[in-house]
């Protein structure tokens, strides 16, 4: 069975700072891909970033980045200049094709401060 | 495109009544997805389709049911509603199981 663990319910950044969500996951499976989702008060879900497990390279999107450490099961989000419409629930996921599904972590509440 | 559409947004049921949710997606995608999302629990799997015609069972499917005899569309129904369903639905779809899965904004359901 695949688990996700995001520990940090909230987290805090002021405008224009860099921040870092942690995410840990689980699986036994070798071919497998990882994403982080972004819910705005919105309630709309929004895929940030995308990771197949096979690249070694960390995946980035403008001012997104992941830092995926395979062999300890880690992929956490960095946000570079922070800004207010960062402010948003995090949902780290991951997929495998045996379980043909999204596992989705606890989230992280992000706040942004002027 | 609209994406991936839910109706309703907002629906009060009274525990045993039946409802069904509609998504409906203009992607051509093969993939369709319900999930539950409660606080503090993330959204967990509740049923899904690899096509037309075809559905499976996710994570927390008791109490659900769905159908997808259209490409586009994907119903979850609830038979006889109970507070513990009380949630907020997203339906999503995908091209392929590994791809980005498109989420619809949502249904909020109570149930009293």
């Known amino acids: 069975a695949q688990t996700v663990t995001q520990s940090q319910p909230e987290m805090s950044v002021q405008e224009a700072e860099t921040v870092t969500l942690s995410c840990t996951y689980d699986t036994s499976e070798s071919d497998y891909y990882l994403f982080w989702y972004k819910q705005p008060p919105s309630r709309q879900m929004i895929l940030v970033i995308r990771?197949?497990?096979?690249?070694?390279q960390n995946a980035t999107e403008n001012r997104f980045s992941v830092n995926f450490q395979k062999a300890a099961k880690s992929f956490s989000l960095k946000i570079s200049d922070s800004q207010l419409g960062d402010a948003a629930m995090y949902f780290c996921a991951s997929f495998t094709g045996g379980g043909n599904k999204l596992t989705f972590g606890t989230g992280t509440q992000l706040k942004v401060e002027l | 495109n609209a994406g991936v559409t839910q109706t309703p947004k907002f629906r009060v049921l009274k525990t045993g009544q039946s409802m069904t949710l509609l998504c409906a997606q203009d992607?051509?995608?093969?993939?369709m997805y319900w999930y539950r999302q409660d606080p503090g629990m993330g959204l967990r799997l509740i049923h899904y389709s690899v096509g037309e015609g075809t559905t499976a069972k996710g994570e927390v499917p008791d109490g659900y049911n769905v159908s997808r005899l259209k490409k586009q569309n994907f119903l979850l129904g609830l038979e006889s509603a109970a507070p513990s369903q009380t949630s907020v639905y997203f339906c999503a779809s995908s091209y392929s199981t590994a791809y980005e899965q498109y989420f619809g904004p949502g249904t909020r359901l109570t149930v009293t």
């Open positions: 990771q197949e497990a096979y690249k070694q």
């Open positions: 992607m051509n995608h093969e993939y």
